[in-house]
């Protein structure tokens, strides 16, 4: 499962013929196993951003919100925020809207509230 390596390799690449079934910690492979891919399989990638906004609880708020259609704007993001009490989180989205100048999707503000919290952050 995931580890402090920050990059697809630290989670499972999913089986084929999307991915090659490398496990956490190997490279992904073509070829059958036989040659080492320089770049990761996107499902793999896809995986590892789905565990990273797993690990942040505020993340996965929003990220459920987004993928249901219920949040498609930072501000909105914030207010769900908000509604849920997390208030830092909250406040560190609004900023970054307003930095922005509201221009700051739903998903920015999942990926802001990953890097917060990767970065040792609010939380
Ligand atoms: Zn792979």
């Known amino acids: 499962m995931a580890t ?17 079934a490398a496990t956490a910690g190997e490279p992904c492979f073509s070829h059958g196993g036989t040659r ?4 990761f399989h ?5 995986a590892w951003q789905a565990a990273r906004i ?12 987004v993928a249901a259609r219920k949040v498609r704007h930072g501000k909105h993001a914030a207010e769900l925020l908000v509604e849920k009490g997390y208030m830092a989180e909250a406040e ?8 922005q100048h509201g221009h700051m999707s739903g998903k920015q503000s999942v990926a802001l509230l ?10």
């Open 4 to 20: 402090t390596d920050s990059s697809p390799r630290s989670v499972d690449c999913p089986p084929p013929p999307e991915g090659c």
């Open 36 to 39: 080492e891919r320089r770049l």
């Open 42 to 46: 996107q499902v793999r990638t896809a």
């Open 54 to 65: 797993a690990a942040v609880p505020a993340a996965k708020l929003v990220a459920d919100a």
């Open 92 to 99: 560190r989205v609004r900023q970054a809207v307003s930095e």
């Open 114 to 123: 990953v890097e917060i919290a990767e970065a040792g952050g609010t939380r």
